[in-house]
């Protein structure tokens, strides 16, 4: 197996769609860090801690979130074909005859891909953090917990992609993929809404859309875990738009999600050891 | 017998369409079989079956004595398959490298084995090459030294001479024919029947998914034996013995075309004649060479079908 993962991990550093992705998120950090330094700078020169606490979590919360857009796409473009587009090509028959088992196959291309995300993840995560506690000194709480969460989106991602690559051609997959995606955001925001309005429906139709793809609610789960609004009226409005989290979700979706990783890698390993290829 | 190969009533269906049905082999080791049939016939499915790509629907198989899925027994079994790619954005030496890591091979059995088999298919220095830099008969030496890699004791090569020119085919066939004289068994799926001819022991003819013969070369060719005959005087009585001890007749004028079985029925064709009166002035034996078994078989059936 640790072949398979070697080779899965360099064809993912290798990829064309890495090399774009780093330009972007060079680009995107970039004027991030342009944009942090500027307000950064005109609250220096004129003072106002009020407005400063409702603008820097704000903009931390915007870039965690742009960033985890960004991790997400790569995680699905990583995997959507992992499987699949080695099928389709012919490569995966020059494999399965070699004395590895079929479980190892999905396993070592899990872990490959999985090990590249989740490095990526994390520098994307680090890079936000130092640049607002660096240029902004806002006091941030847990980054070690947000980070690991931060790297757990692009997992939960790559598992079910890999599970779709297992049974769906590449191109059916990527928009399976991207569908599942946009449920787990719009339901984000969606419920988001019904909490500002006390909407119970909506607040349910973002549970279940987090149900069916957690990836939102790990990033609202972020955004608590980094700026903790208990007993800070102040912080309870900076977590009200579209990027806060005016609920934190409960320990048991982080749990949930973690179960939602395993169980796909499970089910892709199942459908690919039954399938004729 | 001590088998390479061994299946009985190996059957695979795709639903209601059928793959291959009931087959039965058995390959002795240190020969090369060839497994021939029409496009279509099932040969790709059944390699694919014993490859551990498909699973059978039922029936049983044995590759150097264990069933099929013994992960231990791959360490001995090459596979080249026909649709094959690899992974291009690697250099030759890092594809194999790859491919013996799979075959758990330690790191000074592929110090060994590497330049081996890259100069064993004639890629001595272009080994550092992107394999996307290939040519398509550079890619199928390169598929051929992968499968060479673990010093199989088995090899399953899927047409592995369609993209090579003729220096290249002498080439693999040496590769070949060296194996079998170190007792390597070669399953060999080739349509380039001559090729086959030449080094084959034992052959099949597989047809919508049936094994319709198989034995050795001689064999095969001993199973029909063409028969043309020059004569005058044919009477009914000798037109009536001939077809009696023919497989099929066809007389047009003063020629008979007999097909027999046997070697021993080729003198009771001209014993008919005689005794019959007739006047036998020729009599030449035809073999057919495996391209003609390959076409008869092919048609076999499908002429009479067609008349109806």
Avoid at chain 1, 271 to 277: G, M, N, W, Y
Avoid at chain 2, 2 to 30: F, S, W
Wanted: proline share 4%; with cysteine.
């Amino acid at each position: 197996m640790l072949a398979i993962i070697k080779i899965t991990f360099r064809e993912a550093m290798g990829r064309k769609v890495v090399l774009i992705s780093l330009i972007l998120a060079a680009a995107f950090l970039g004027l991030y860090g342009t944009g942090v330094h500027f307000v950064a700078r005109d609250l220096a020169r004129h003072p106002n801690p009020m407005l400063a606490q409702m603008i820097y979590p704000q903009l931390l919360s915007f870039g965690l979130y742009f960033g985890g857009f960004i991790v997400s796409f790569l995680a699905i473009f990583s995997a959507v074909g992992a499987i699949a587009s080695e099928i389709e090509s012919g490569i995966i028959q020059t494999i399965i005859p070699k004395p590895v088992r079929r479980y190892e196959i999905v396993l070592g291309k899990f872990l490959g891909t999985g090990l590249f995300l989740a490095l990526y993840a994390a520098l994307f995560f680090m890079i936000i953090y130092l640049l607002i506690n660096l240029k902004t000194g806002l006091e941030l709480t847990g980054q070690w917990n947000a980070m690991a969460l931060f790297t757990l989106q692009p997992v939960v991602l790559l598992a079910v992609t890999l599970c779709g690559s297992t049974m769906l051609p590449t191109i059916a997959n990527g928009v399976v993929m991207f569908m599942l995606y946009a449920v787990s955001v719009i339901g984000g925001m969606v419920e988001q809404i019904g909490w500002l309005i006390n909407n119970a429906a909506l607040q349910h139709t973002g549970i279940l859309a987090s149900l069916i793809m957690p990836v939102d609610a790990l990033y609202r789960k972020i955004v608590h875990v980094l700026m903790n609004p208990a007993g800070d009226p102040l912080q309870a409005i900076q977590q009200m738009g579209p990027f806060g989290s005016m609920s934190e979700p409960s320990v048991w979706m982080v749990v949930y999600a973690v179960l939602y990783v395993v169980s796909f890698t499970g089910l892709a390993v199942y459908l690919f050891s039954k399938r004729d290829i | 017998m001590d088998l390479a190969i061994e299946t009985l009533n190996l059957t695979k269906l795709y639903g209601h369409k059928v793959g291959c049905t009931d087959i039965c082999l058995r390959v002795p080791r240190g020969q090369i079989f060839g497994f021939l049939g029409p496009n279509g016939a099932g040969k790709s499915t059944l390699v694919k079956t014993l490859m551990g790509l498909l699973y059978p629907t039922s029936g049983e198989a044995r590759l150097l004595g264990k069933p099929l899925g013994d992960i231990a027994k791959r360490r001995k079994i090459g596979f080249l398959p026909e649709n094959f790619r690899y992974h291009e954005w690697l250099t030759f030496r890092q594809l194999l490298d790859f491919h013996a890591s799979l075959y758990g091979m330690s790191k000074t059995d592929k110090k060994q084995r590497i330049p081996w088999v890259i100069d064993k298919v004639g890629l001595s220095g272009r080994e550092s090459q992107k394999i996307r830099t290939y040519s398509k008969g550079m890619q199928q030496r390169a598929g051929l030294a992968c499968a060479l890699l673990p010093d199989p004791e088995l090899m399953f090569l899927d047409e592995p001479t369609s993209a090579l020119d003729p220096l290249g085919r002498r080439d693999v066939r040496n590769i070949l024919v060296e194996l079998r004289a170190g007792g390597k068994t070669i399953f060999l799926n080739s349509h380039l029947l001559s090729e086959v001819e030449m080094i084959c022991d034992t052959v099949a003819f597989i047809k919508h998914g049936t094994i319709i013969r198989q034995g050795t070369l001689d064999e095969l060719r001993s199973a029909e034996i063409n028969v043309e005959m020059r004569l005058e005087g044919i009477t009914d009585q000798i037109r009536s013995v001939l077809v009696c001890i023919a497989l099929s007749l066809t007389i047009k004028g003063n020629t008979v075309l007999a097909s027999v079985s046997r070697e021993e029925d080729i003198p009771l064709l001209a014993e008919a004649v005689i005794r019959g009166g007739g006047r036998l002035y020729e009599l030449n034996l035809k073999r057919s060479s495996l391209e003609e078994m390959f076409i008869s078989m092919a048609q076999e059936g499908e002429n009479s079908a067609g008349d109806y």
